[in-house]
């Protein structure tokens, strides 16, 4: 059973710690927060080792976030917070060609010694801890097999799959998690099990958030890692693009979810912790928001009246996949939130703070 909370916990104000709490979905997710419930105390640490982070330091500086220069590595960063309500664990090493290159030590660091350490700080503050988890945990070779057809500007799964947890709505929870995953996958999902040990060994309410890909404004994208704000940032500045793997073809997709939907599921999950303790479920924009890059190109188009010359690079990276689709059933049954902001809104929005911020990107990326 989780932890019965304190009383000075049941009160309307809380104190909620936000890790990776500068980059973009921690910051976004500290600053939404933050202007939501003025009666909250939102705190955001972050160690500040990706290029770009330092330019939400203002920004949760004029939102009243308490920003704290600390490293999920180091536990005593982390008991320097003190009291806590509730802590969201959004650091990571987010990208999937982490350690393929070099050595895997930062990856596995961050994202595995880094969410033990703040698993420990929520035992000890005995809050509610709410992990945000990955598509990624689900395997590469698996994925691989699903069955799909190539259409005019996508690929798109068929309804009969050979595996369990696959159909033509996407991925499902109960997917066999069996293989190798990357780096990335398998510190989150190793993680994701150190979680459940403390929810059941020590009480400990926690959410598991097994994110698609997240977009929007701030984020910092890169070929890696935030492909879809790469995609508008490259049009903006009129860079060149390729299309990696499956011939080149520009065909392979996600479903993305616009930062401020999560923002609505993460203020539930926090405002209501008791009727989300122990839930891990899929989060992401499903078949309805969902984008090849071929698409993204000529939506990208259209925004900034900008073309680019993308290539066709077929040759294929570690990891990569045609098709991912997170499939939400379970998240939806257990609540009325449902993705509201489409593919168009999403790249508009990137695009408008790209315009308006543009000298700074420029000098950052």
Same mark, same amino acid.
């Given at each position: 059973?989780?932890?019965?909370?304190?009383?000075?916990?049941?009160?309307?104000?809380?104190?909620?710690?936000?890790?990776?709490?500068?980059?973009?979905?921690?910051?976004?997710?500290?600053?939404?927060?933050?202007?939501?419930?003025?009666?909250?105390?939102?705190?955001? &640490?972050?160690?500040?080792?990706?290029? +770009?982070?330092? =330019? *939400?330091?203002?920004?949760? $500086?004029?939102?009243?976030?308490?920003?704290?220069?600390?490293?999920?590595?180091?536990?005593?960063?982390?008991?320097?917070?003190?009291?806590?309500?509730?802590l969201v664990e959004c650091s990571a090493e987010p990208s999937v060609m982490a350690g393929v290159d070099g050595s895997p030590g930062y990856v596995v660091a961050a994202n595995l010694l880094g969410a033990c350490n703040c698993l420990e700080l929520a035992r000890r503050m005995r809050a509610q801890f709410l992990f945000l988890s990955t598509s990624r945990v689900y395997p590469v070779a698996s994925l691989e097999r699903l069955a799909y057809r190539e259409a005019g500007t996508r690929f798109e799964l068929a309804d009969e799959q050979p595996l369990p947890g696959a159909s033509s709505r996407g991925i499902?929870?109960?997917?066999?998690?069996?293989?190798?995953?990357?780096?990335?996958?398998?510190?989150?999902?190793?993680?994701?099990? &150190?979680?459940?040990?403390?929810?059941? +060994?020590?009480? =400990? *309410?926690?959410?598991?958030? $097994?994110?698609?890909?997240?977009?929007?404004?701030?984020?910092?994208?890169k070929v890696d890692q935030g492909v879809f704000t790469y995609w508008m940032l490259a049009h903006h500045f009129d860079r060149p693009l390729s299309y990696i793997g499956f011939a080149g073809s520009g065909k392979q997709v996600r479903d993305l979810l616009h930062v401020d939907d999560l923002l609505d599921l993460v203020e539930e999950q926090l405002r209501e912790?008791?009727?989300?303790?122990?839930?891990?479920?899929?989060?992401?924009?499903?078949?309805?928001?969902?984008?090849?890059?071929?698409?993204?190109?000529?939506?990208?188009?259209?925004?900034?009246?900008?073309?680019?010359?993308?290539?066709?690079a077929n040759e294929d990276r570690p990891g990569d996949i045609p098709i991912y689709i997170s499939d939400c059933t379970r998240l939806h049954a257990l609540t009325g939130w449902r993705a509201r902001r489409g593919p168009v809104e999403i790249l508009s929005d990137i695009h408008a703070w790209i315009a308006e911020h543009e000298s700074a990107l420029a000098g950052a990326l």
């Open positions: 059973m989780p932890l019965s909370p304190s009383s000075d916990k049941q009160s309307a104000s809380r104190r909620v710690l936000i890790t990776g709490g500068a980059g973009f979905i921690g910051s976004s997710l500290a600053l939404g927060l933050a202007g939501r419930h003025p009666d909250w105390e939102v705190l955001a &640490l972050d160690n500040l080792r990706r290029r +770009g982070s330092e =330019l *939400n330091l203002p920004r949760l $500086r004029a939102a009243g976030v308490s920003f704290l220069h600390g490293d999920v590595r180091e536990l005593e960063d982390l008991l320097a917070v003190g009291e806590l309500d509730a499902a929870e109960s997917f066999p998690l069996e293989g190798a995953r990357t780096l990335y996958g398998a510190t989150k999902l190793s993680a994701e099990l &150190l979680i459940a040990e403390y929810a059941a +060994g020590y009480g =400990l *309410n926690t959410v598991i958030d $097994r994110c698609g890909v997240i977009a929007g404004p701030w984020q910092m994208g912790p008791e009727r989300w303790a122990g839930a891990t479920v899929n989060v992401g924009g499903g078949r309805d928001c969902s984008l090849s890059l071929l698409e993204s190109t000529e939506l990208c188009r259209q925004i900034t009246g900008n073309s680019v010359q993308v290539v066709a």
